[in-house]
């Protein structure tokens, strides 16, 4: 079958795949194996192959080092165990998938075979290897670079098989394959360990979660409707909407149909001063303002004040297809480091990364986000930020207003709940988007990753306003590339709660009598009966994956929790206005529309300006807006509030010129062995050191620091 020479290998027969090992076997019924340094399955995995006296390339401070251990391959992901040093923890410590080592079979982008004497061979399940591997170069989406040495004597059909064995499962993950079972039966590892969350993240699958939330926002005239508990209004909003308490149920259903997927308008945040950030869908093209009755949009839209500002969300932001292009690109760049001699530093490396255009997309973002946050800031009105389906750049946007003007969602239990909120329940295309189980490339685009990215510029340029590290906002880039956890694996929670993740309603429109929804209600009754929730844990319990060494690197030891100067009393977070500037419930009819659009702001005539689905312009008068940031370093304020002025308080503005915006090296750059930047330290040693350096730094900071008053 094989044949060998000390300088070379020929395979004159292609090995097939020898299938997975008996049901008796250990790691294939998932118990725990009781031998020391034995890998650790979960329930529903089996190993497919292994190799042992593998070593695998770690960066050290001599250069590039090597780890000896055993190389695994199961149905679900490619595993590395170390050989236990002396004195070593024991093997029953390792976490499950959350190392350096390891990585699930739908987080790898590109295997590559190497041998001393051939061509590298780029390996797919089809491929026919016409020779030994002596190397393994794993490329991950979470841009990870694994590299795997085989042993040269006596083991090489170990490589040979182990190498095939990872080309053909990762080819066949997917929804359809293993990953199916797990989420169905995995029920064992659904507890969740919260011993550290103070406050716990609120998941928004209850009516106590959502009623949590808006006493926290301190929202009056604001309500909690479940017109849509039955997903019969919109199957891609949650079952609970923020609504205003003037608007009936029977009222609110009449808007539904004039939004593209009946995404209506709804609170995502209040902001203390009075204002309220709302988002929604574009208007639905057949919905025609001249014959039907629009006071419950307007009611919606204008939310108790007198003016409303819609903002075009995606005027200033790049599309979905911008972002994938970009951060392709930035993939290849990152990784291509491996084999180059260029480095971060260099001219050439630099001038490619500018044409990726990824910091230029992150720059758009935050300057679109200080906008909005400076208009709802400015004075008491509703801004709408308008999407054309509202689940893409209005998940970002809306995240990004709040954790510039929220203190608590700068918090880890603050941001789990808003990532929740905005993204998780809001319905953003998480399988489409990530693309982890359904191969489809042509919707993919790592919107979510664009918005870590900006929350990583705001926590270099404010260290001490944020609780969590960068090392939790790397946990959460490579999580969003993990098939187990239920957080990022469906689009909606109509989806999380069905088995049937494939089947979706047809919905017809008629513009007098809205949505069709007979069989919509008769196929929803009947198959609410035995429609069945995923019991795989959420992202947040972060013990069942993490040690609490890795867990501990998570949060900020330069974090100091907002206080605010003066007498005013504060409500999350934030200053209350002065006092005889209260918001004043406006009627129908009466409110004044402005489209905030490329900086400026341009007065509507008409309060319903679209038709086909667009925002109209003829008849407007366009002004720049005051507080905007335009292209400066910091805004000009005029009469801004005091409250927005200190720089680590409620209100934050990023600088958006130069060199400020910055490549996210810690996460991009891991597959670099000149950077050795993985998620958590090498070692006890390294961490203690880290942490002492870290104390020093942060006491110095303390004595040059002014008291904020």
């Known amino acids: 079958m094989l044949s060998s020479s000390k300088n070379s290998f020929k395979i004159k027969q292609p090995l097939r795949d020898p299938g997975p090992k008996s049901p008796k076997s250990p790691a294939m019924s998932g118990r725990k194996n009781r031998k020391h340094g034995a890998l650790q399955c979960i329930p529903g995995e089996y190993v497919q192959e292994e190799a042992a006296h593998v070593k695998k390339s770690v960066p050290s401070p001599d250069g590039e080092g090597f780890l000896p251990g055993t190389l695994y391959c199961t149905n679900l992901r490619v595993a590395f165990l170390p050989d236990p040093p002396p004195n070593a923890e024991d093997g029953s410590c390792h976490p499950f998938i959350h190392t350096d080592h390891d990585v699930a079979l739908p987080g790898i982008a590109k295997l590559v075979a190497v041998h001393s004497f051939a061509k590298a061979k780029v390996l797919t399940s089809s491929s026919l290897l016409k020779f030994i591997p002596e ?31 990872i080309a053909q499962a990762q080819e066949s993950s997917g929804w359809d394959g293993s990953y199916e079972s797990i989420a169905w039966k995995n029920r064992e590892n659904g507890q969740a360990s919260r011993e550290e969350e103070d406050p716990p993240t609120l998941l928004f699958e209850s009516l106590c979660d959502w009623e949590k939330e808006l006493k926290r926002l301190g929202a009056e005239g604001w309500r909690v409707s479940p017109a849509n508990e039955r997903f019969d209004m919109s199957t891609s909003l949650p079952k609970y909407l923020l609504v205003p308490s003037r608007s009936l149920d029977n009222e609110l259903k009449r808007a539904f149909v004039h939004f593209n997927e009946r995404r209506i308008p709804r609170l995502s945040w209040h ?34 004040h007198s003016q409303c500002v819609i903002v075009e969300t995606a005027a200033d932001l790049p599309t979905p297809a911008e972002v994938q292009q970009a951060y392709a690109k930035l993939w290849s760049l990152s990784l291509c480091l491996a084999d180059s001699v260029a480095a971060p530093s260099d001219e050439k490396w630099l001038s490619s990364l500018e044409g990726t255009r990824w910091l230029e997309h992150v720059r758009a973002c935050l300057k679109k986000a200080s906008e909005v946050a ?59 988007r990530l693309n982890l189980l359904q191969k489809n490339d042509r919707e993919e685009s790592p919107v979510f990753l664009l918005f870590l990215d900006c929350v990583w510029q705001l926590l270099q340029q404010f260290p001490r306003a944020f609780e969590f590290t960068d090392a939790y906002l790397v946990a959460l880039h490579d999580s969003s590339y993990l098939p187990f956890a239920s957080t990022f694996l469906f689009n909606c929670q109509w ?79 934030n200053f209350l206005p002065p006092k ?9 009819g009466k409110g004044t529309l402005y489209v905030f659009s490329k900086g400026s702001l341009a007065l509507q005539t008409h309060f319903f300006p679209w038709k086909n689905g667009s925002l109209v312009k003829k008849g407007t008068r366009r002004a720049p807006l005051a507080e905007g940031t335009g292209e400066q370093e910091r805004p000009p304020w005029g009469k801004a509030s005091p409250w927005l002025l200190c720089q680590d308080g409620p209100l934050l503005l990023p600088s958006l010129v130069g060199p400020r915006i910055r490549l996210w090296r810690r996460c991009y750059l891991r597959g670099n062995p000149d950077f050795p930047l993985g998620l958590f330290a090498p070692s006890l040693s390294g961490l203690a050191e880290e942490l002492e350096r870290l104390q020093d730094q942060l006491q110095a900071a303390k004595k040059k620091l002014p008291s904020c008053s």
């Open 135 to 165: 190397e393994l170069l794993v490329f991950c989406r979470d841009f990870r670079l694994l590299r795997y040495h085989f042993h040269e004597s006596g083991l090489e059909p170990q490589a040979f098989r182990v190498t095939m064995a």
């Open 495 to 573: 989806e999380r709660g069905r088995k049937n993740q494939n089947r979706f309603l047809n919905q017809l429109y008629t513009p007098i009598n809205g949505w069709r929804e007979d069989l919509c209600l008769e196929i929803l009754q009947k198959e609410s009966k035995d429609a069945e929730a995923a019991h795989l844990p959420t992202l947040w319990d972060w013990a069942v994956s993490y040690s609490p060494r890795q867990r501990a690197q998570f949060r900020n030891p330069f974090y100091l929790r907002s206080s605010p100067a003066g007498s005013g009393r504060a409500l999350n977070g």
């Open 374 to 432: 400076v208009l709802l800031a400015e004075r008491k009105r509703s801004v709408v930020l308008q999407e054309s389906d509202d689940r893409d750049l209005n998940c970002l946007l809306a995240s990004l207003v709040q954790v510039l003007s929220d203190p608590h969602t700068r918090t880890i239990s603050g941001f789990q709940s808003l990532i929740q909120k905005e993204w998780v329940a809001a319905g953003h295309p998480f399988q489409q």
């Open 580 to 588: 005889g500037d209260q918001m004043q419930n406006t009627p129908p």
């Open 271 to 304: 902001h203390p001063g009075g204002s309220d950030l709302l988002r929604a869908a574009s208007f639905h093209p057949d919905s025609d303002p001249e014959k039907e009755d629009m006071r419950s949009v307007e009611m919606l839209m204008l939310a108790g």
